[in-house]
Nanobody, 125 residues
Framework: VQLQASGGGSVQAGGSLRLSCAASGRTFSNYPMGWFHQAPGKEREFVTA????????LHADSVKGRFTISRDNANNTVYLQMNSLKPEDTAVYYC???????????????????WGQGTQVTVSS
């Protein structure tokens, strides 16, 4: 599976962005997908994840009520809608796919096997 993230950019606080992650490979629809972010000088952190059919999601407490993950299996794409953005959301955002234990949606970085290249999100105050 190859993942290509896009949609990042610069916005003011309170604004919105939608990230996309396009996946190659016929088994995409079987895999839980996740979004992580990494700010300068910090470790990569969990943001949100979704199961294979969109019926189950997890969110970090910091993004609950602001970020929404969704997927379109017909088009091999997962989305991250980010609303009410804050300066502390500034980071490189990565999408990831989990190919093992695929019935479980995970927050753990090490549970994901495939990673996209990242897209920069910058939120100014």
């Amino acid at each position: 599976v190859q993942l290509q993230a896009s949609g990042g950019g610069s916005v003011q606080a309170g604004g919105s962005l939608r990230l996309s992650c396009a996946a190659s490979g016929r088994t995409f629809s079987n895999y839980p997908m996740g979004w992580f972010h990494q700010a300068p000088g910090k470790e990569r952190e969990f943001v949100t994840a979704i199961n294979w059919n969109g019926g189950s999601t997890l969110h970090a407490d910091s993004v609950k009520g602001r970020f929404t993950i969704s997927r379109d299996n017909a088009n091999n794409t997962v989305y991250l809608q980010m609303n009410s953005l804050k300066p502390e959301d500034t980071a490189v955002y990565y999408c990831a796919a989990r190919s093992r234990n695929i019935v479980v949606v995970s927050r753990r970085l090490t549970d994901y096997d495939y990673w996209g290249q990242g897209t920069q999100v910058t939120v100014s105050s």
